[in-house]
């Protein structure tokens, strides 16, 4: 079990980190690879303090990073809270039409 304090401590950490990598990709200082490495070493720390949210979120920001090669607003998108848990979407069961009867009686013979 993790105290509150240092829970606390290392979310901010976490946040702040989180930002400062973004913040080298975007400028240049730091490689793809590097900035996914230390996603990676958040990650850690996230899934330590058993941190779900920040987990979830180091995810998104690390396959978007792998799937692209333009970082130029990364930490724009990343205070537009881009990357941040969305809601899912609610499904809407819609009614399947029934096929006419004269279709069914070929299938059937």
């Known amino acids: 079990m993790i105290d509150k ?3 606390n401590s290392a979310v901010k950490f976490v946040k702040n980190d989180m930002e400062r990598v973004l913040r080298d990709l975007e400028s240049g200082i730091i490689t793809r690879d590097q900035a996914i490495g ?9 899934s330590g303090i058993e941190d779900t949210v920040h987990m979830q979120m180091i995810c998104r920001i690390t396959a978007y ?3 692209t090669s333009f970082y130029g607003q990364i930490r724009k ?3 537009n809270k ?5 809601p899912a979407p609610i499904p809407i069961p819609e009614e399947i039409p029934a096929p006419p009867m004269k279709m069914l009686e070929k299938i059937v013979r």
């Open 5 to 7: 304090n240092l829970r």
């Open 38 to 46: 230390s996603l990676n070493t958040l990650f850690n720390i996230s």
């Open 82 to 86: 881009l990357f941040h848990e969305q």
């Open 77 to 79: 998108m990343y205070a």
């Open 65 to 67: 990073i792998r799937t």
